[in-house]
């Protein structure tokens, strides 16, 4: 089952091809909406813009391990998807965004109000198809899930240029950007399975774990550079508030205390400064200690999937969780 | 029990006040987030600024009247003041308002970054106190209604300064806008109370109608003007299309047309425009037939409680019927 060289998300992708394409029809025939046509417009273009499924592929692959053989993992995922996709829409307009994944984000094509109120109705929708599922645990999951993901945005925002902000803040803000999805998708597909407590507990940790180490890559990654088409610095013009910045401005002397205030605190940003701000990075070592702590995250993820029975979509998920660190090793 | 002097609004919070004091210490205890304080700030404001408390009323009367003893109608209530306030708070970011009751908006006050997040907030707080009813009935209702909102606000978005806006449509935006809250509010008090289908069904007819009646008010205001702090021709101005410029612009000759094409239209707007645009209305009769489509609805909404069993709280939501009216009469 293993394959070497393709890798663990493709694998997952052609294991779970048939769910995954009546996951693809139930978004499609949900987005439509009769009389609002620009909603299909807005998210076709997000839709279709290359995601990845991940978030609905953790789903379908935790229902199937635990056995599952209903339809109901199909409506979950599709929600998952469609929570994951109104987040997207409404953290263009925070952010103020004009390209997602290299291409121009819906904001900039249409409008801040069409990002807005579409997200809203994707998020409505998500919501309808969580009810069909009938399962009121599986509706408190994913309320729970929404509500972490809506405290973590407003963290986030307040921790900005916020030099004070703890390590424990940052590992609320990743949550509630990405771990509290990712553990509700697995969380889910379990409970809908009817799987025993101490599994649905450990596809939960599993998620939760995989969207920690996942968000600490996708931040490591504003600093390293990859080929997804993110522009290193982002987040250091944004001022945001990152593990190697947290750990840098922890050691800092008074002098670079005041660089850091200034460019991270104030946003007055010069030539020099990122590279500057990179090497006092370098100088306290805190890319390679957050890199540490990635792979510490990725490992704890794998370590949670013993507790669940033996299956060659377990594997496949241990082996994404080591390819989501892989990037950055 | 009536009252000619008292406003019927009155009268229903004063029957409510045990309610309605634990539908707002539900609504402190569950806006408060301990780690991002910005978002009772935010909320604080909206939710203590002189709001009505009108949906969260049309919940516990419903529920009541129908000889509901327990405490899920508390949580409904909060449910939907949460769901409106969020949709305010979203509106305020596509309006770019900078005033609501006469009072700045949050997105003037703060950013429209808080505005959207803290909307996504109210909305995940509102789902999770609907779960706890425990009631998939009650989530079908409220999920199908946030759905028809959203829905209707992009319907509204893409139908502004379309001239061929047909009233078809505006009855689709008002419902979104206003009555598809109103009746699921009504029908899900009626739900919890475990009320007879037809009983249900008459509060949901209530609930509708009372909102579009509501609705149309609201937009003939924009029109004639009142003491809430709206100013006269806001709509004009954005181009919406409502009853009064629909009916106008059906009954326009060639000249009047390119006016409403270059005003609504185009937004192309000068001096005496406004004045010219009302005397238009007047030409063709449009806000008196406005108005005696908003009485009609309003008598429907009365009607509707003929199926309701015979009760003080029954009386006084036909009276609120007579009263949304009252101020264009």
């Given amino acids: 089952m293993t394959d070497a060289v393709t890798k663990p998300h493709d694998r997952l992708a052609a294991a779970l091809s048939d769910d995954l394409a009546r996951v693809d029809a139930t978004i499609r025939a949900r987005m439509a909406s009769e009389h609002a046509p620009r909603i299909p417009q807005v998210t076709a273009h997000l839709i279709e813009a290359g995601g990845k499924r991940l978030r609905p592929m953790l789903t379908l692959a935790a229902a199937r391990l635990c056995g599952y053989d209903g339809d109901h993992h199909v409506r979950l995922a599709a929600t ?8 997207l ?3 263009d307009v925070v952010d103020e965004s004009d390209r997602r994944r290299g291409r121009p984000t819906a904001n900039l094509l249409w409008d801040n109000t069409s990002s807005v109120l579409v997200g809203d109705y994707l998020f409505s929708r998500s919501f ?5 599922t009938g399962s009121l645990r599986v509706l408190d999951i994913l309320a729970g899930a929404a509500a972490t993901i809506a405290e973590g945005e407003v963290l986030q925002l ?3 240029r916020d030099l004070a902000t703890t390590e424990e803040t940052y590992l609320r803000v990743a949550r509630g950007k990405t ?3 990712f553990s509700a998708a697995t969380e889910a597909g ?3 399975a009817d799987a025993p407590d101490a599994v649905v507990r450990a596809l939960h940790d599993y998620g939760d774990a995989l969207g920690v180490a996942f968000q600490i890559v996708d931040d490591l990654l504003d600093w390293e550079g990859d080929d997804i088409g993110k522009d290193v610095g982002d987040d250091f013009r944004e001022g945001k508030m990152t593990l190697p910045v947290i750990r840098a401005v922890a050691a800092a002397d008074a002098h670079e205390r005041e660089f850091w205030a200034r460019t991270i605190g104030k946003g007055r940003i010069g030539d020099g400064d990122l590279g500057h701000a990179r090497a006092l990075l370098d100088r306290y070592g805190t890319l390679a200690s957050t890199r540490r702590d990635a792979l510490d995250w990725a490992a704890r993820a794998r370590a949670a999937l013993d507790a669940v029975p033996p299956d060659p979509l377990r594997d496949l998920l241990a082996d994404l969780a080591d390819y989501v660190v892989a990037r950055i090793r």
């Fill in 179 to 181: 771990a509290a999805l």
């Fill in 80 to 87: 998952v998807e469609f929570i994951h996709t109104a987040t």
């Fill in 89 to 91: 829409l409404h953290d």
């Fill in 158 to 160: 307040t921790a900005a």
């Fill in 128 to 132: 309808q198809l969580m009810v069909e």
């Fill in 190 to 192: 379990a409970v809908v």
